[in-house]
């Protein structure tokens, strides 16, 4: 008798808006886009009409979690499809499917192709006109609302912080004693950022594969093979409106 094991979930298909107006066919001119290296290329595959990535992914910093295309990095790969594409805004709708599952792939496929995700401001992306801050912006307010006024100060406008508390403060908190650079050492780029997770990047449909356990004396092939597995799609985020009816969504496997 075999047990069931829920495996993890997969995000399998993705839909997003970047910057620009993507490639659209493989017949279409391709300005900008990155040369191919011994280690990182794109390309067309044979009978489909998407763009693929094969870019290893590497972690730059594992304490603000930031990853680049790197010859350090693991073996990646993505596909990118395109969809519409709204002169008024430059922006362009993708289909997407990350083959393997590193952490931040799409962003960081997408970057090193030279069209990063709208409002990723993480990796080179611009944020949308109706986010109220730029990362600038907000650094700006939060150095001015961590100045400390002192009861000593007989121009400050608050006298309830008395001269030792500020001392103490700028003593214990970075933020209060170093000013922006404080803050940045202190907070990763998505933490400054009000809107740093709101990028427009949406799991569309989902796949969970219910697998048998680990069995001695199984063949290989059916111990890979799913007992069942489970398919949900969700709804068209917002921002995907705005491109207007879009019609039937590729298979990008």
């Given at each position: 008798?075999?047990?069931?094991?829920?495996?993890?979930?997969?995000?399998?298909?993705?839909?997003?808006?970047?910057?620009?107006?993507?490639?659209?066919?493989k017949?279409?001119?391709?300005?900008?886009?990155?040369?191919?290296?011994e280690?990182?290329?794109?390309?067309?595959?044979?009978?489909?009409?998407?763009?693929?990535?094969?870019?290893?992914?590497?972690?730059l910093?594992?304490?603000?979690?930031?990853?680049?295309?790197?010859?350090?990095?693991?073996?990646?790969?993505?596909?990118?499809?395109?969809?519409?594409?709204?002169?008024?805004?430059n922006?362009?709708?993708?289909?997407?499917?990350?083959?393997?599952?590193?952490?931040?792939?799409?962003?960081?496929?997408?970057?090193?192709l030279?069209?990063?995700?709208?409002?990723?401001e993480?990796?080179?992306?611009?944020?949308?006109?109706?986010?109220?801050?730029?990362?600038?912006e907000?650094?700006?307010?939060?150095?001015?609302?961590?100045?400390?006024e002192?009861?000593?100060?007989?121009?400050?406008?608050?006298?309830?912080?008395?001269?030792?508390?500020?001392?103490?403060?700028?003593?214990?908190?970075?933020?209060?004693?170093?000013?922006?650079?404080?803050?940045?050492?202190?907070?990763?780029?998505?933490?400054?950022?009000?809107?740093?997770?709101?990028?427009?990047?949406?799991?569309?449909?989902?796949?969970?594969?219910?697998?048998?356990?680990?069995?001695?004396?199984?063949?290989?092939?059916?111990?890979?093979?799913?007992?069942?597995?489970?398919?949900?799609?969700?709804?068209?985020?917002?921002?995907?409106?705005y491109?207007?009816?879009?019609?039937?969504?590729?298979?990008?496997?």
């Amino acid at each position: 008798t075999y047990y069931p094991l829920l495996f993890s979930l997969f995000y399998y298909f993705n839909m997003l808006a970047l910057q620009g107006n993507f490639i659209a066919s493989k017949d279409s001119a391709n300005p900008g886009l990155p040369e191919n290296s011994e280690f990182a290329s794109w390309f067309w595959p044979k009978d489909m009409n998407c763009v693929q990535v094969d870019a290893p992914v590497h972690t730059l910093d594992a304490q603000n979690g930031i990853r680049e295309v790197s010859s350090k990095g693991k073996p990646s790969r993505s596909r990118f499809q395109f969809l519409a594409y709204d002169n008024k805004t430059n922006t362009s709708l993708i289909a997407c499917c990350p083959l393997t599952g590193r952490g931040h792939q799409l962003r960081v496929h997408l970057q090193w192709l030279g069209f990063p995700i709208e409002n990723d401001e993480q990796y080179g992306g611009l944020p949308q006109s109706e986010c109220r801050y730029s990362t600038g912006e907000i650094l700006s307010q939060m150095v001015e609302s961590s100045k400390l006024e002192s009861s000593e100060d007989k121009s400050a406008e608050n006298t309830v912080i008395s001269h030792s508390d500020i001392k103490a403060a700028k003593t214990a908190c970075r933020c209060c004693r170093d000013g922006e650079n404080g803050f940045t050492e202190s907070f990763t780029p998505a933490q400054l950022l009000e809107t740093g997770h709101s990028i427009c990047l949406h799991a569309l449909r989902y796949q969970i594969p219910i697998s048998r356990k680990k069995k001695k004396n199984i063949d290989a092939d059916e111990q890979s093979t799913p007992l069942a597995t489970i398919e949900a799609e969700v709804a068209l985020p917002d921002w995907a409106e705005y491109f207007g009816p879009i019609g039937p969504l590729p298979c990008l496997h």
